[in-house]
């Protein structure tokens, strides 16, 4: 008998000598853990699931902040913070990074800058700049945001179309050669303070008015400083694929890395092409060209109302635009054009467009064009009338006209924000699951003014593809959408020291539950904060505690290849 129970004796010491030996291994590398970091933090997260940004599978572990930045990740029990956060249950990333923003107008000039809506998604660092508008001055913008305190990390880009209207004006000219070195100078300068590259927006005047060959030489100094070409291309409808070529062949031109805004399929002649599209971006960057993409994850866009019109009545300023309107030949060559268009496009009216918001006539807010063209008395026109809320005028009796008189003369009466129901879900979903597509709410700062209805991507882009994309569809796994929001980025924009949960980072931290986070944001309520987000954290500072703001601003102006925090 005992020569066949040996074995088992023996197997079972050999079993337990192992599992001691673990044991003994685990609590040696716990204890090095807790030596290596024993001081004094400033704050402690501790028993949190971290996702640390790369990608890889989550760990439970707690993190000991120290100053601005991440001081050492492991077991951290019996050491002592000035405030410590029990994150049991809940899980930790780096802060989010929104490489697609639109702030400018939100900074103001003698107080701290807010972000609440961005603050609120679990961002941490935005950058700016982008669609071709910026500050012509970053210097000035970067020493104002540090002398007054922000709320965010901000980096920023610098605008083509805010260079050639300093230049030209709004000409649809194309640059003499002194003009072309003038906006040179300029594209150097902005390098020079900390841009991350230049952004254009191709579909905007003056903008649109740029040929190619512009664009190259403007993007040579951004390539010399290895910054990037952020575009807003040329079209995302009907000849999206020929404004996809540009831009990389942009890129090959000038040796710089080339990054597409909000990539999309705009308009049902084109739903169904992203795939197709995605195919042109994986070409190029087969033959060795560096090509990168975000997108917000929804299937409307938001821009203003003049992109419905023809570009070359903007030649010149909207002064000159509005008394060109006022010509009956005119104005029935704007209609006609219109209506092509949008027979192209594959519309069969404009019931797709709709008002966010509308300076002149705010009971327009929430409807759509086709809406307002019913609503209104077509024997009247808009030279008799200041609002737009019972008139417009109609140069014929055909629907599809008045509507697009409608268009015109909200644009006559100053223009309107605008949301555009034109994407196909089946398109935002092939995007989102490629794996190098990152994101951008392409959002200002949201105010609580309930007069406006903008876009739900402000308050709900990040939130919205972790829980709804990610968790929900079960599209990719929350550790792959994490690393899409934050290593990303960082490494595609050379934000150094950020968007990993590292030793000695930055301390950009959100804290939430993975079961729960969620967007709450819709058209029809766009202000809704989202759900599961419970900390975020700015280079070190708790600046989102529950559902509150703490009022503190340690936010740092973020500028190319150089991170400026203190």
Not at 123 to 135: A, F, L
Not at 195 to 210: C, D, E, H, K, Q
Not at 348 to 369: C, H, K, V, W
Request: proline share 4%; with cysteine; charged share 20%.
């Amino acid at each position: 008998m005992l020569k066949f129970r040996r074995p088992h004796i023996l197997g079972l010491f050999a079993f337990i000598s192992l599992a001691i030996l673990l044991g003994l291994l685990m609590f040696q590398r716990f204890r090095r853990s807790t030596a290596a970091c024993a001081q004094q933090f400033d704050l402690i997260i501790s028993g949190v699931e971290v996702f640390d940004g790369s990608g890889a599978e989550p760990f439970i572990s707690d993190i000991g902040i120290k100053g601005k930045r991440i001081a050492c990740i492991g077991n951290l029990s019996g050491l002592t913070a000035t405030k410590i956060l029990d994150a049991r249950g809940l899980s930790v990333a780096p802060g989010f990074i929104d490489v697609h923003t639109h702030v400018e107008r939100n900074v103001p000039t003698n107080s701290p800058f807010l972000a609440p809506n961005f603050i609120r998604q679990g961002v941490t660092t935005i950058i700016t700049g982008n669609c071709g508008r910026s500050v012509s001055n970053l210097g000035k913008l970067f020493k104002s945001l540090e002398s007054n305190q922000s709320q965010i990390n901000v980096g920023s880009l610098i605008g083509h179309n805010t260079i050639r209207q300093s230049v030209m004006k709004q000409t649809s000219a194309a640059p003499s050669p002194e003009q072309l070195k003038q906006m040179k100078r300029l594209v150097e300068q902005a390098m020079t303070d900390g841009a991350f590259g230049m952004s254009t927006g191709l579909v905007y005047i003056p903008g649109t008015f740029a040929k190619t060959a512009e664009i190259v030489e403007l993007a040579k100094p951004v390539a010399r400083n290895n910054g990037l070409y952020v575009s807003h291309i040329r079209d995302e409808g009907t000849k999206g694929a020929e404004a996809i070529k540009e831009a990389i062949e942009i890129g090959e031109a000038t040796g710089a890395a080339v990054h597409i805004s909000h990539f999309k399929a705009q308009g049902p002649t084109q739903w169904g092409t992203a795939r197709s599209r995605l195919e042109i971006v994986k070409a190029a960057r087969d033959k060795g060209e560096r090509v990168s993409l975000d997108q917000y994850p929804y299937s409307a866009s938001s821009t203003g109302l003049a992109v419905l019109l023809p570009s070359w009545l903007s030649d010149g300023d909207l002064a000159s635009a509005k008394r060109k309107l006022g010509d009956p030949a005119i104005r029935s060559r704007v209609r006609a054009e219109m209506l092509s268009k949008l027979h192209d496009d594959g519309w069969t009216d404009y019931s797709f467009a709709r008002i966010a918001y509308y300076q002149s006539d705010e009971s327009l807010i929430g409807l759509n064009i086709a809406e307002i063209t019913e609503r209104s008395k077509p024997t009247q026109t808009v030279s008799q009338h200041a609002s737009l809320s019972g008139t417009i005028s109609t140069a014929s009796p055909n629907l599809l006209a008045r509507q697009a008189d409608t268009v015109i003369d909200l644009f006559i009466h100053g223009g309107a924000q605008m949301v555009f129901f034109d994407m196909a879900e089946e398109d935002i979903e092939t995007i989102i699951n490629e794996p190098d597509v990152m994101f951008g709410s392409d959002s200002s700062v949201r105010s609580d003014d309930l007069l406006s209805r903008p876009h739900p991507r402000g308050y709900g882009t990040f939130p919205r593809v972790l829980g709804r994309f990610g968790r929900d569809k079960g599209l990719f796994s929350i550790q792959e959408a994490i690393r899409r929001m934050t290593s990303l980025p960082a490494a595609t924009f050379g934000i150094r020291d950020r968007g990993l949960i590292r030793k000695d980072y930055w301390a950009d931290l959100v804290i939430f539950e993975r079961n729960k986070i969620l967007d709450t944001a819709t058209y029809e309520e766009p202000l809704n904060e989202p759900d599961g987000i419970f900390y975020v954290i700015v280079n070190g500072t708790v600046v989102l505690d529950g559902k509150n703001l703490t009022h503190t601003y340690p936010g740092a102006v973020i500028r190319h290849d150089s991170t400026r925090s203190e």
